[in-house]
Structure formats: structure tokens, C-alpha cells
């Protein structure tokens, strides 16, 4: 809780403006982290299977609508006060239970909500934010990123985890994927959806975006850890990683050259001036003598 300019406490939500979530998000080159956060959840086939089976994704017409969803309950989930990110959480947690899938391999069926498909997803969309932003060059010292991933474990909740399971610290991140990485692969949905990105069928007025999508594509594989894109068939060099480094740091800066009225979303400039009033609040006094 903070207080706002009358005394009185504001409902911030999960986050509010102590949290490096809110010093994070807000960047415009994190929707690249989203993008990259689609492409690392994909290659649990357990994952994949269940969104395939059951979701609009992979119907084009529809995907678009379905993303947009996905895209609002993050806000809500990031920004929203704790009621609206209460009501999120249910109206997800209800629809994911009354989910199953296929499991192609073995022809068993499987609940959606299973503990080991939610924690996969929600450490692709942490593990993609924050290596985004770290490489970009958002100002995030070591022990802001496990902060970072700490607080993520109250977004872990809001679909139903136990966060007492949840990754809390970069060291921990790394441990989980280490432990994964046997037990993932890419599917053929997975690679489907690789294809996609770079060819996207989108409504007529996102044209643009089809025309861009090629460039944005080759930028979100070459973000993903070596390992990932060797699942997906490609190359995982070196070369790569330091390409899309000095990439996703000359976005950063260009952005910065925006002001910021313009260059941040309604709630995220609200969390900027949050976390301005904060600093301010905290900063001693001087006298001149």
C-alpha cells in the first residue's frame, strides 16, 4: 500500500511502486520478452498440447482475439488493484479446470491446470521479462532481478500455483530450467506456431505488423537460450546472442528518445509517477545553510 497525495493508502495491487515489477514492466522493449515468453512455453508439449487442443491460438482468424486477452490480463495482473486482479484470477483459475487434453505420446488425457503446465508457463513469461530487460539495458542490479523473480510468485498465485513451489531467485530459475530441459522438446504444434510468427495471418488493419513480422520473428528466436533454439531446429551460436544483445539495447535507447507521455501506457506512467512520489517521499531534506 502507498499513500496518495490526500494521506490516504492506495490499492496498488500485487506490485505497487516499491517493486521492481512495476520499474520493469512498463518498458516498451518488453513486448519482445512476450513474444519470446510464447515461443519458450511452446516447447513443453504437455503445454503446447493443452493450448492446441483447446484454445483459439491456432485458429488464425481468432488468435488475435485470444492474444488480446492474454495481453489485458497481464495488465490487469501487473497493474490492476488486488480486487480487479482477484477477478481475473478467477475467471482463469474456473476456465482452466474445466480443461483437459490429449498427450500425444502416450494417448492419456490431462488436466490443463496440472501444477507442472502452470509453473512451466509462468516461468517462461519471467524468465523471458527479465532477460529482456537485463539485456536491453534496463538499470537491474543482480539482487533486483531476484527480486524481481520473487515477486513474480504472486503472479504464480493468481492462476493457482502454490508459490512455497515457485523459483524465487535467478539462481533457482536457472536450477528449474537445468531440471527441464530433459523432459522438453518441440512439437510439431510448437514448430507450427514458430512458422507462423514469421508469416502471420492478421486482420486487415494490423497489416503493418505482417510486414514487420519477419524482422521481429529472427529478433525473438535469436533472445531465446541457445538450447531453445537448437529444439527448434536453428542455430544457437554465439553470434546470435551478442546480435540480438546490441539489438534489444539500441530499442531500449531509441525508446528513451520518446517522451514519455508517449512513450509509456496509460498505467505505466501512473506507475512512474508512483514510484517518482515514493523516491521523492524517501529522499532526506536538505538545508542550505
Not at 518498458?27 to 493443452?50: D, F, K, N, T, Y
Not at 505488423?209 to 524482422?215: C, E
Request: aromatic share 6%; glycine share 8%.
Amino acid at each position: 500500500m502507498h499513500e496518495d497525495e490526500h494521506g490516504e493508502r492506495g490499492d496498488h495491487g500485487l506490485f505497487g511502486p516499491e517493486s521492481v515489477t512495476w520499474r520493469v514492466m512498463g518498458e516498451p522493449v518488453l513486448m519482445v520478452g512476450g513474444i519470446r515468453a510464447l515461443l519458450l512455453q511452446a516447447l513443453h508439449p504437455q503445454s503446447m498440447w493443452g493450448t492446441a487442443q483447446n484454445s483459439e491460438l491456432m485458429d488464425p482468424h481468432a488468435a488475435w482475439a485470444r492474444l488480446g486477452r492474454t495481453v489485458e490480463f497481464v495488465r490487469v495482473r501487473t497493474w490492476g488493484t488486488r480486487e480487479e486482479v482477484e477477478r481475473v484470477g478467477r475467471r482463469v483459475r474456473k476456465l482452466h479446470s474445466k480443461l483437459t487434453a490429449l498427450n500425444l505420446r502416450t494417448g492419456e488425457t490431462f488436466r490443463v491446470d496440472e501444477p507442472e503446465n502452470l509453473l512451466w508457463v509462468h516461468m517462461g513469461e519471467v524468465d523471458s521479462y527479465l532477460d529482456v530487460a537485463r539485456r536491453a539495458g534496463v538499470p537491474l542490479s543482480d539482487a533486483d532481478a531476484d527480486r524481481f523473480v520473487d515477486e513474480q510468485r504472486r503472479a504464480a498465485a493468481v492462476v493457482g500455483l502454490d508459490p512455497a513451489g515457485v523459483p524465487a531467485s535467478v539462481a533457482e530459475m536457472e536450477e528449474y530450467y537445468q531440471d527441464m530441459r530433459g523432459r522438453i522438446w518441440a512439437c510439431r504444434e510448437a514448430r507450427e506456431g514458430l512458422l507462423r510468427m514469421f508469416n502471420p495471418n492478421v486482420p486487415r488493419q494490423l497489416l503493418p505488423l505482417k510486414l514487420a513480422a519477419p524482422g521481429i520473428g529472427l529478433l525473438v528466436v535469436s533472445t531465446l537460450p541457445r538450447w531453445a533454439r537448437r529444439m527448434y531446429g536453428l542455430p544457437g551460436l554465439p553470434t546470435s546472442d551478442l546480435a540480438a544483445t546490441l539489438t534489444l539495447k539500441g530499442l531500449y535507447r531509441t525508446t528513451h528518445v520518446i517522451p514519455e507521455r508517449l512513450r509509456y501506457q496509460p498505467d505505466a506512467l501512473r506507475a512512474r509517477e508512483l514510484i517518482r512520489e515514493r523516491e521523492d517521499g524517501a529522499r532526506p531534506l536538505v538545508i542550505a545553510s
